[in-house]
């Protein structure tokens, strides 16, 4: 196998899908593919016909995990990359983050916001290198894990070219084939579902399988985020209250130890990050920050 890059890029009537098709094949300098994975119908042209461009057309759409798993398995690359489909990346992306990836990682780009106007970075102030999981039981509107930007860590370890992270923001991820079918073991559809917590999965099962998450500074990612009427339109069908008890369900069975593949369990990923933002430390937009007691908490509530 050779160190190609298979990309995939999910798209369910996306309307910035060939702008970032032709982003990811002008900016790439060395071997990759790209599969598309034309989840349903779409009213949006679909990019045009290349060499190492690949579709996957379903007439009726699955959702984002299957459209993943899918590619996963038509890709041939020695690496896959995930991203969505209304990205903008740097140059020489693909090298870049082949350069640093060991076997067992998970590698993610400094994240920015894409004004789609311009195809240029947007405002600054939504860019973050670093994300931690909000603490479940300060989320009152539901028991759930977030991804959280950690701005204080931004600051802190600004210097910091190739750092850890704890968990990541979904829009872009880079990692060995192998990594993700053998150790993570793909993503559970049958167990999560079609749409929620990708990057939460990807991240857990990486930290407590032994492996590691990593931030590159080196590389960028520029993500589009779509506001709520533009995801609705999305996905017309999807139930917001299923959401959220998926999101309930996934935080519980990491916080019990339920995955059979950790070497870790769930309270050693908070030792091996803390301080996380607490109440008193915490900086603009670090929410859902972890208490001080978390310990006697976590050992109160769940099965150590």
Known sequence: MT??????????????????????????????EVIVVLDGPTEFSIPKERPNLKFITKAKSEGLRPAIKDASYMA?????????????VSEGFDEVLKKDCEDNWVVVPRYHALNIDTWAIGNRKYSSDYFYLGCPWLNHRIFSFLDVPWRSRDAARKDILIDETMTIQASLWFMTAEHYHKRLGDLDVKRWGTWSCEQREISL????????????????????????????????????????????????????????????????????????????????????????????YYKLHFNL
């Open 205 to 296: 099962k990486t930290w407590l399988g032994g492996g590691k998450v990593m931030v590159n500074k080196n590389v960028w990612n520029a993500h589009y985020q779509r506001n709520i009427d533009e995801r609705r339109k999305l996905v017309p069908e999807y139930s917001r209250k299923k959401d959220l008890h998926i999101h309930r369900d996934f935080a519980l069975y990491f916080l019990n130890n339920q995955w059979e593949g950790q070497v870790h369990k769930f309270d050693w990923l908070i030792e091996r990050f803390w301080p996380l933002p607490n109440i008193m430390t915490r900086t603009y937009g670090e929410k859902y920050p972890w208490p001080d007691d978390w310990r006697e």
């Open 76 to 88: 041939t690359g020695k690496y896959l990359l995930k991203i969505d489909a209304h990205c903008m």
């Open 3 to 32: 160190n190609k890059v298979s990309i995939i890029i999910p798209a369910r009537n996306e309307k910035y899908l060939s702008k970032t098709v032709d982003d990811i094949f002008t900016k790439a300098k060395g071997e990759i």
